[in-house]
């Protein structure tokens, strides 16, 4: 289960603005007290709070309508990610929702056609998942031995070589893969078979697949399947650390654009 950082935060600017209520009414009942003159130090608590509260709030909107990091767990993205890398996730690209609710209450874009989108998983919401978004509403979507179909029309795809990295993916077949203008890479692990689909995506959902495209639980299997509109949290837009433990940082890969 995810941890919920924003839910902790919208705790957090609760408890900060009531101890700051608080602190506020004794000093206000003191003075009465004392006289309208008389000076009340605020307390130590109290001072705490008034101290972190913009602090707690900006970071929270920063979050919840901006950018938010996020770590790659697993290797269903490979080659573009892989294990170990945190990524900035753009959360105003398809309009801002509420913290928590994740209700939209401003539209702002839609999701294009193999944009890179971290959403929440249908079986699980307490679990997210980074995937390419393949079909859109409507589409009708056919992946056969790994060649894409939409509408008909075969998604371009030419090899590319073999993945030069180690791990269990040494050798695996690499494709770039075309959408439009786009263009990324992706990989067929050898030790995994491939898996096919044929359907049409319903209105207000997406079909998404990994770029390891022999090695990704995505839309193609029932536990993820066609992911609702409600459930995509934002656009992955570029690396900002890569540190896989145990291991060291790799610096070659902070500042690269997700494509």
Known sequence: MNFDLSALLLVALVVAGAIIAID?????AAR????????????????????Y?????????????????????????MPGLV????IFVNKFSYGL??????????????????????????????????????GLPGDHVEVHDNRVVIN???????????YPGGYRFAAAELGIEHFGDS??????????SATDFDGVVPAGHYFFMGDNRNDSEDSRFPRVGFVP??????????????????????????GLRIQ
């Open 83 to 86: 294990d170990g890398d945190f």
């Open 229 to 254: 509109q409600d459930n995509l949290i934002g656009h992955a837009v570029r690396i900002w650390m890569n540190w896989r433990i145990p291991g060291w940082p790799d610096w070659q890969r902070v």
């Open 24 to 28: 506020t009414a004794r000093r206000k």
């Open 152 to 162: 008909g029309k075969p998604i371009a795809l030419q090899a590319d070589g073999s």
């Open 53 to 77: 509260f913009p602090v707690i709030l900006i970071v929270l909107l920063i979050r919840a309508f901006l950018i938010e990091p996020f770590r790659i767990p697993s290797d269903s993205m």
């Open 97 to 134: 929702r509420l913290p928590l609710l994740n209700t939209k209450f401003v539209s702002i874009g839609d999701p294009q056609r193999g944009d890179v989108i971290v959403f929440r998983s249908p079986a699980d919401p307490s679990i997210n998942l980074i995937k390419r978004l393949v």
């Open 183 to 192: 263009q990324h890479i992706v990989m067929f692990a050898d030790a995994h």
């Open 32 to 51: 009465g007290r004392s006289g309208e003159g008389a000076d009340v130090k605020e307390s130590v608590l109290g001072s705490y709070a008034r101290s």
